[in-house]
């Protein structure tokens, strides 16, 4: 009914968080969400999509249906930095100077989006490609473990 109902519920900006670790923690815990679809709400955090969402859970050695309530503390501050680190690695890439218009090269320092069969850079697992919902997602069998007693 209302078009711009999201855009009044949007998240601070990705690369711009105003959250510590402790309050990013706090805030995520409260909505006992999966992390992939919490990374992908745009009222949590604004501008991830598919292809960061993948590449922050890499980097954090996190399955994306991990609930966040089950994370270790360590585990949640790898899940913070991961999204912090990979948000500003992806920024300097794009201010880099790469044009619009070469899409598939600003996607170069992708790691594991796209990369299906070919080795995690980390462990040399071949990356596989699943369904999430609607969406396809990548990631390390072995270095993302999903959650025990949860179904892929
Ligand atoms: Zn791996």
């Known amino acids: 009914m209302d078009a ?8 601070p900006e ?3 968080l105003p959250w510590d670790e402790r309050e990013f923690a706090e805030r995520a815990r409260a909505t006992r969400r999966e992390l992939r679809n919490l990374l992908m709400d745009q009222g949590f955090v604004a501008g991830i999509g598919n292809a ?6 890499w980097e954090a050695e996190l ?7 089950t994370l270790s503390d360590e585990e949640m501050s790898r899940f913070y930095r991961a999204l ?13 100077g790469m044009p619009p218009e070469l899409g598939t090269k600003i996607r170069d320092h992708m790691r594991v989006r796209g990369h299906k069969g070919k080795l995690c850079p ?3 697992t071949p990356i596989v490609k699943s369904r999430h919902g609607l969406d396809d997602m990548y990631l390390c069998p072995r270095c993302q473990p999903p959650p025990k007693g949860q179904i892929r």
């Open 4 to 11: 711009i109902h999201g855009f009044a519920e949007l998240g």
């Open 14 to 16: 990705a690369g711009d």
């Open 52 to 57: 960061y969402a993948d590449e922050i859970l």
């Open 63 to 69: 399955h994306p249906k991990r609930r966040v309530t």
């Open 84 to 96: 912090v680190d990979v948000i500003a690695r992806g920024v300097r890439d794009v201010e880099a």
């Open 122 to 124: 980390r462990c040399g």
